[in-house]
């Protein structure tokens, strides 16, 4: 881990000293070419759970946002409102909701057997696989970080509306609209919060309201 996190800060430390321009579109067009695809190359696979684990690699994008002309003054918080962008940790938690949506929909492989059930009130909902909760505390977490668990979680969060779309295009239009109801405050240095900032944790703790969207479902 500590290894990869270097090569991105390296990548990120390369691209700020080629390009000298800190104006918000250079900034953002180096993000979301050069360094963030770096940061969320399979990343359904290897989504982080720990709040420590979450915000070291949410640095990456705080040190480099940081830099833009335009976002010196504000926090990282207040920067991802500005730029509208959407946290490491939220864009990881989106990925992981689209791939189970072509799971859903067959197209591609259903490699971790997951299995959905249907009801008229509540929509296609995702079945959480069962764990002993006797079970060690490492083996714990890594029962809670697996794709199996974590995406069907993820699915089970967002709303019916969200989970009943046709296309992959639909799909992503509508959970990026129901994003945008939801805060977005990822846990990074500095920052104090009492969430994880996952849509799981927002779902279970917090009564918002978000318009057409509800969590009640």
């Known amino acids: 881990k500590q290894w990869y996190q270097r090569r991105v800060r390296g990548m990120s430390g390369w691209a700020l000293s080629v390009f000298s321009d800190r104006s918000t579109g250079t900034m953002l067009t ?3 070419s050069v360094i963030r695809p770096q940061v969320e190359y399979c990343s359904p696979l290897w989504n982080p759970v720990k709040k420590r684990d979450i915000s070291s690699i949410e640095d990456i994008q705080r040190r480099f946002t940081r830099k833009i002309d335009s976002c010196k003054e504000l926090s990282y918080w207040e920067r991802l409102e500005h730029l ?10 989106r990925y992981i909701v689209i791939h189970v949506w072509k799971i859903l929909n067959e197209i591609v492989p259903n490699s971790v057997g997951m299995k959905f059930r249907k009801s008229s009130r509540r929509g296609i909902k995702a079945t959480v696989p069962p764990f002993n909760h006797q079970a060690q505390g490492a083996i714990s977490t890594r029962f809670e970080s697996s794709f199996a668990v974590r995406g069907a979680q993820l699915w089970n969060s967002v709303p019916k509306e969200v989970r009943e779309c046709q296309s992959l295009h639909a799909l992503k239009v509508s959970l990026g609209n129901f994003l945008r109801t939801v805060p977005d405050e990822p846990p990074v240095r500095g920052y104090t919060t009492a969430w994880s900032n996952s849509l799981i944790d ?3 703790g917090v009564q918002l309201n978000l318009g057409e969207y509800s969590f009640i479902s």
């Open 202 to 204: 927002w779902k279970r």
């Open 30 to 32: 180096l993000l979301q």
């Open 84 to 93: 509208d962008l959407l946290s490491l940790q939220r864009r990881r938690e």
